[in-house]
Structures are given as structure tokens and as C-alpha cells.
């Protein structure tokens, strides 16, 4: 057994490290403890020095154990902490829904999925003997659809493909000294880099090479995050089909742009307390600033925009079920300076999928009441402003091979806009017509939660579409309905693939 011995305090009172091996420095350890010897016992520090072991990378298992004596008439206490090291090295192949681990489908029961892919991780727990993990991890995508509700004849939509490193360092390396780290429950640095190639089959191809620096820490129910810089580089390469639908609808020309973005982002999360312990929530408040450092590099243009994005989700525990809530609103605006420019596409809000506006297959829903994007042969839609209000009633039902069944009806209400109008003179965000413009979905999910994922299937029904005619409402009950043009008869029924909950 090794021993590493701390600056003692007195000669009475020390800290000391036992290791079989010399594979962990002693200032990473240092820092993590916050119970100093010779100081008065206080129950917060405890629990922070349990919570940053136990979520550092290194340690598989953390057991603690204490013992009181008396010293001089003075109660004393010593804690031992018995820390069991991980594995060093791990590797993992997953197969996903996509890449945000969901997969969408307009018709499960054809076996038409929206999204498949495969990820391939390896990661390293203790890079440098500081307990900073290294994650490399792959992960290809191909996109899939229905053609009967999504009015693309395309099966096959895009491939996305994604490398990404990062290292998540445990402790706040900055230069600021505004925040009292030894007051923090958590905290970490984090550098990345990745590649994204996306291939959306005949209309574009992007490539971005993006890189960044940020940091998290959390104190008490309040969660926060700050990076800077944001660095991405993207090439957008659009065939002539997408070029012919620019120039129908010229407001599209910006967001399809080759360019860059150099940002700053931060972000907020709340634990919410109330006095009723049934009730529970969150509140989360993101926003993202492009820096005006450079107008061009690799002869394209940084894009200058700002985005804010909320949500807030709030559950309502009841004896036998539970309804959960969930608001979100998102804007963006180009500060570019050029007329009807919008967001970078890939920095715009869509809606429809398994996760929002159930109803709609994914990016099919939007702008507002507009038919720009339902008559075009390119139908994915992108906008600058979302509103989105969703409610769930979940119940259990009973066992299905030792696992919880759940069933969930449900109602999304919500839709996508720009600042300024399509082609046809509508999508632009109007309060006066936000009653017009709202889609309302409802429906009724299944939810198999197993030990290690939860897999659900969600069936969404049309009940306000905008495009139809007048407020959008189905007068009668039907399977299909037209838009206001008397085009596209498309089916009001979608059934949607999940894995996880929605929100």
C-alpha cells in the first residue's frame, strides 16, 4: 500500500490517501474533498464531497464510513472514504433512433421508421491521472419516411454521420475568480470537437467541423452553463432542385448559405420547490450570441444572429396516475443586417416527430397557417419563432414480462413561424392570428418502460391542422383531409416510435 499524506493541519489531524497504485494525483483528491480537518462539521460539505466522487469517472462505487471520538472534552468525527476504481478503458455500441436516441415513424405498422442509426463509443476515465474523462464516439444515421403523410415520394430522406471528442475535466479551469468553486456541488470543463457530415438526398449536403470550450457547475437546485468560444465551420453544398425552390421562395437563400459561427452560449436549470410534495418541475432558460470578431474565414461569411430558447415542465403526482406539462418557446434573430434574412437552418426550430407535434411527421408542420412549404417538392420547414404547450395523463396499466406497461393520452398544441412572410404572403408570427395559426394534435401513447430504456409508440391525431380551410378545425370525423387548396389529401393519423418519454 502506498501512502500519500496532505498538509497537515495539526499534528493531530490529517488527510491522508491509501492506494495500491499511484494512478490518481493528490490534488485532484484534494479538490474534491471539502471536509478540512480541524474545521467545525458541516452536513453540506459532506454531501458535497459524496456527490463530486460519485460523479467523477474514475470510481465505480464510493462507500463511506465515519467514527466519533472524544478529544480534549471535544466531540470529533473522521470520515474514511473507500473509493473502488472502474474500468479505465470502455467500449460501447449502441444502436439508436437517431441522434438524439429517439426514431419518429408515420406508419410503425409498414415497419417505416423515421430514423435508425449506430453509435460506437469509447471512453477513457482517468486521462492524465486528474480524473478528467476523454469520450470519443461515432455515430451514422440514415433518415427515413412515409410517403403517404409526409408528401415526399423519397423512402430514403438523408444520412448523417458524426464524430465527436470530449473531455470533461473535474473542476473549473478559468481565469475569473467571480464564483467560490469550494461553494459549488458539482462543476467541470469541458473541451470538444467533432465533424457532421449530412447527406438530405437531392437537395443538400453539409459539412461541419465545430469546436468549443464551456464549463457547468451546479450549487444547491440551480444548474449553469457558459462556453466560449463556439467555433463551427459549415459548407452547404445544395443541388438545382433546392437552388429552383430558392428561387420561389427567396427567403430560404440565407438560411441554406455556406458560412461561420463564432458564439457564446449560457444556460440556466432550476429545480422548482413547492409546498405540495406531489408536485414537482423544472425551469431551463438557454440563449446563444454570435461574436462579431471576423466578417469572413475560408472565404465565407460569419453568420450574426441571436437565439433564446425556455422551457419549463412542471408533473402533478396523482394516487394512481400522473399529468405532466410542458411549455417551450424559442426565437432566434439575424443580426446580419440583411432583408428577410432568417437563422442558419441548422440553428432554426422545427416541429412534428416523436417528441413534439405528434401528429406531424418530423420538420412537416409550419410556418403557421403558410402552403409555401405544402405545395413545394422540398417540404421540410424551419423557422426562426416555435410555441409549443404539450400535456400528458400517464397511467400505469399492468405487467408485460415483468416490466411496467404505461399508457399516456395526450394533447400538443403548437407550431413554428419566421419573421417575416413565405412566398404566399403568410407564416410570418402575428399575435393577432396566433389563434389561426396554433396545430393541436391529440392522441394516446403506449410505454413499455424495460430496466435499462423505455420504448413507446404514440398515435397522434390531426385536430386543428392550418392549412385546412377556416380556423383549420376537422368539422367531421375523417381519416384524410385536403388543404385549404383542395391539395394533398394526406392522412390526419400518425403513429410515432420512441425511445424514452417525450419530455
Do not use: C
Not at 465533424?195 to 457547468?216: H, V
Not at 402552403?371 to 397511467?395: C, M, P, V, W, Y
Amino acid at each position: 500500500m502506498q501512502l500519500i499524506q496532505f498538509k497537515k493541519i495539526s499534528d493531530s489531524n490529517a488527510v491522508q490517501i491509501r492506494a495500491r497504485k499511484n494512478d490518481y494525483q493528490e490534488k485532484m483528491l484534494r479538490r474534491t474533498n471539502y471536509l478540512l480537518p480541524g474545521t467545525l462539521y458541516n452536513e453540506t460539505n459532506y454531501f458535497r464531497t459524496v456527490n463530486s466522487f460519485t460523479q467523477m469517472g474514475p470510481w465505480q462505487q464510493l462507500d463511506v464510513r465515519s467514527y466519533t471520538y472524544n478529544t480534549d472534552s471535544v466531540a470529533k468525527i473522521a470520515f474514511h472514504f473507500f473509493l473502488y476504481p472502474a474500468k479505465k478503458q470502455s467500449f460501447q455500441v449502441d444502436l439508436e433512433g437517431s441522434q438524439n436516441n429517439n426514431i419518429s415513424a408515420s406508419n410503425v405498422l409498414a415497419g417505416r421508421f423515421l430514423a435508425v442509426g449506430l453509435a460506437a463509443t469509447y471512453r477513457s476515465r482517468n486521462v492524465w491521472k486528474k480524473g478528467t474523462q476523454s469520450t470519443l464516439q461515432g455515430r451514422a444515421g440514415l433518415e427515413l419516411n412515409n410517403a403517404s403523410s409526409s408528401g415526399n415520394g423519397d423512402f430514403f430522406q438523408s444520412f448523417i454521420f458524426n464524430l465527436n471528442q470530449t473531455f470533461s475535466i473535474p473542476r473549473l479551469l478559468w481565469p475569473f475568480k467571480i464564483i467560490d468553486t469550494r461553494q459549488l456541488d458539482s462543476r467541470r470543463t469541458l473541451i470538444n470537437g467533432g465533424l457532421t457530415m449530412t447527406d438530405r438526398f437531392r437537395f443538400f449536403k453539409q459539412i461541419s467541423i465545430n469546436a468549443g470550450l464551456g464549463w457547468e457547475w451546479r450549487k444547491g437546485k440551480n444548474s449553469y452553463s457558459f462556453s466560449f468560444p463556439n467555433i463551427e465551420i459549415v459548407d452547404t453544398v445544395s443541388t438545382d432542385s433546392l437552388n429552383q425552390i430558392i428561387i420561389n421562395n427567396p427567403s430560404l437563400a440565407y438560411s441554406f448559405t455556406p458560412g461561420n459561427v463564432l458564439s457564446t452560449r449560457a444556460s440556466f436549470e432550476r429545480a422548482l420547490e413547492y409546498s405540495n410534495p406531489w408536485h414537482t418541475g423544472s425551469f431551463r432558460l438557454a440563449a446563444e450570441m454570435t461574436v462579431p470578431v471576423f466578417d469572413s474565414m475560408f472565404n465565407r461569411p460569419f453568420f450574426k444572429f441571436f437565439r433564446v430558447e425556455g422551457q419549463f415542465l412542471h408533473k402533478i403526482k396523482l394516487p394512481k396516475s400522473s399529468l405532466h406539462f410542458r411549455f417551450f418557446g424559442g426565437v432566434g434573430w439575424d443580426l446580419s443586417g440583411t432583408k428577410n434574412a432568417n437563422l442558419p437552418f441548422f440553428r432554426q426550430f422545427v416541429a412534428g416527430g416523436s417528441n413534439s407535434m405528434r401528429a406531424w411527421s418530423i420538420r412537416q408542420l409550419g410556418l403557421g397557417n403558410s402552403l409555401a412549404s405544402d405545395t413545394a417538392r422540398f417540404t421540410d420547414r424551419f423557422g426562426d419563432i416555435q410555441l409549443e404547450f404539450n400535456i400528458e395523463h400517464r397511467k400505469r396499466l399492468m405487467r408485460l414480462f415483468g416490466y411496467s406497461l404505461e399508457g399516456a393520452a395526450f394533447v400538443d398544441i403548437g407550431n413554428i413561424w419566421n419573421h417575416t412572410p413565405a412566398s404566399d404572403g403568410f407564416g410570418n408570427f402575428q399575435l393577432s392570428k396566433l389563434y389561426r395559426d396554433l396545430a393541436i394534435a391529440m392522441g394516446y401513447g403506449i410505454r413499455w418502460g424495460l430496466s435499462f430504456l423505455v420504448i413507446r409508440f404514440d398515435a397522434g391525431f390531426k385536430v386543428k391542422d392550418p392549412v385546412r380551410e377556416g380556423a383549420g378545425w376537422l368539422k367531421t370525423f375523417e381519416w384524410k383531409s385536403t388543404n385549404r387548396l383542395g391539395l394533398n389529401n394526406r392522412s390526419n393519423l400518425a403513429v410515432q416510435f420512441g425511445i424514452g418519454y417525450p419530455f
